[in-house]
């Protein structure tokens, strides 16, 4: 039973443009939900978190927003940089946290 | 460098027999975290350290797993009698408080 889910394989967009990622989840005591970028052959990089008081929380080009009520949550990405290219991991939980199965982000030129 | 470290980077076995996988957390770093990614899903969580104790090992697939760690230094993770469905990417992430931040490149381990 998935408690993070991330229902997109992949998602293409091009250079500059905005990219959004988004993820479910369905335990409503998670209280802390993170974004996690991996590229090959590396280990997931933190990206940006929130708690769930916030609904927004930014920083540079990436803001994560939650939405409780639909427990949901998105990641954008403005403006899009071929750099972003990777597979994205949603996370949630409290000290133990899930992730997703992740999103795999392709910037075109 | 300062990150957190694994070793080996590649393990390769035969079935049946034990292995030990490393992860020596950023110095300071209070929490420590292994999680495994199979072939096409997602990171899967196993067991987490406060300090030298695990407040959860709800993770761990069988009693042929098992983890520990020395204080707030390192720690192992030891399977046992290894089976085919233990191939996977081994993570551990490393944290001065607690949700795991900072993760070092894994284990791959390949059972034949």
């Known amino acids: 039973d998935q408690q993070v889910k991330q229902n997109s394989p992949s998602l293409s967009v091009q250079e500059g443009r905005i990219s959004i990622l988004n993820c479910d989840y369905t335990n409503s005591m998670f209280d802390y939900f993170l974004w996690y970028k991996k590229y090959p052959a590396e280990g997931p990089t933190f990206l940006i978190s929130i708690s769930s008081i916030k609904d927004k929380n930014e920083d540079g080009r990436f803001t994560v927003f939650l939405n409780k009520s639909a427990k949901h949550l998105s990641l954008h990405i403005v403006p899009s940089q071929p750099g972003d290219s990777a597979v994205y991991f949603c996370a949630a939980g409290d000290d133990k946290i899930i992730f997703g199965k992740g999103t795999r982000l392709h910037i075109l030129p | 460098g300062a990150g957190v470290s694994q070793s080996p980077s590649n393990k390769v076995t035969e079935k049946g027999k034990d292995v030990e996988l490393r992860c020596d957390p950023i110095s300071g770093h209070t929490a420590l975290y292994w999680y495994r990614q199979r072939l096409g899903q997602g990171l899967e969580f196993l067991i987490y350290?406060?300090?030298?104790?695990?407040?959860?090992k709800s993770g761990l697939p069988s009693d042929r797993f098992s983890a520990e760690r020395t204080g707030e230094s390192v720690s192992t993770l030891t399977i046992q009698r290894t089976q085919q469905e233990d191939s996977a990417v081994y993570l551990c992430?490393?944290?001065?408080?607690?949700?795991?931040?900072?993760f070092g490149d894994g284990t791959r381990l390949s059972i034949l």
């Open positions: 350290f406060q300090g030298n104790s695990a407040p959860d």
């Open positions: 992430a490393s944290s001065p408080g607690s949700r795991p931040q900072h």
